[in-house]
């Protein structure tokens, strides 16, 4: 079965310092996998997304993640964060065929210090 | 309407009650997804329709979870006999066609319901 891990549950940073958030998935066959962030009383956006190809994906919002499939992983990354970053962010599975439902990750917690 | 709704936003209950959640997906979204979020916990799947069929139920925690779906539209969460354990905030999700192991659609969520079972 697929799974995610986020091993940060919270995260505090500086504005205008970078951020990197960790995700590691296991899947058994080449994975979709999604970035969502979650503000508060809001849904889920979609931050970026991988199916295949370049595995430096370009997000909204400046955002990136790099897949690397040697270490299951799905960092994403941010080279300057913004206060209104401030959020929670969930790294996601999907799996192919099957309704292509998504396994989330528990979520980190941003933290922006003005 | 532009993105998927759902409705009531927050639902408090008592213990043992029944309730009803509901989700208007995006138009042409032909599959529609449930989805529990409990307080600092990600998401877990609970079901899936393809059109007014559901060929995943496998993520409903028990019997007193059901949902349908009507005219390849509305859906409908029902909880039996709630629980405390069931407060959390429900999310619905729609997506176009799932597409299978060839390409994958873009699922959209919706606002939530918040459920609280005192």
């Known amino acids: 079965a697929q799974s995610v891990t986020q091993p940060d549950i919270h995260i505090t940073v500086s504005e205008g310092a970078s951020l990197e958030l960790r995700c590691n998935y296991s899947?058994?066959?080449?994975?979709?996998l999604f970035w969502y962030v979650q503000s508060p009383g809001q849904g889920l956006q979609l931050l970026l997304k991988?199916?295949?190809?370049?595995?430096l994906v370009q997000g909204i919002k400046g955002f990136e993640a790099e897949f690397k499939r040697s270490q299951s992983s799905f960092n994403l990354r941010k080279p300057s964060v913004h206060w209104s970053d401030a959020a929670e962010y969930f790294c996601a599975v999907g799996a192919t065929g099957g309704g292509n439902k998504l396994t989330f990750g528990t979520g980190t917690q941003l933290k922006v210090e003005l | 309407g532009a993105g998927v709704s759902q409705s009531p936003s927050n639902k408090v209950t008592e213990k043992g009650k029944d309730v009803e959640l509901r989700c208007d997906p995006i138009s042409g979204h032909t599959a529609l997804y449930w989805y529990r979020q409990r307080l600092g916990q990600g998401l877990e799947f609970l079901i899936y329709f393809q059109g007014n069929s559901a060929p995943d139920k496998s993520g409903l925690p028990s019997d007193r979870f059901s949902a349908e779906r009507t005219g390849e539209s509305v859906s409908t969460l029902t909880i039996q006999r709630t629980q405390q354990e069931d407060s959390a905030v429900y999310l619905c999700a729609s997506s176009l066609r799932t597409s299978g192991i060839i390409s994958y659609n873009e699922q959209f969520f919706g606002p939530g319901t918040r459920l609280t079972v005192l």
């Open positions: 899947y058994g066959a080449t994975p979709y």
């Open positions: 991988y199916f295949s190809g370049d595995t």
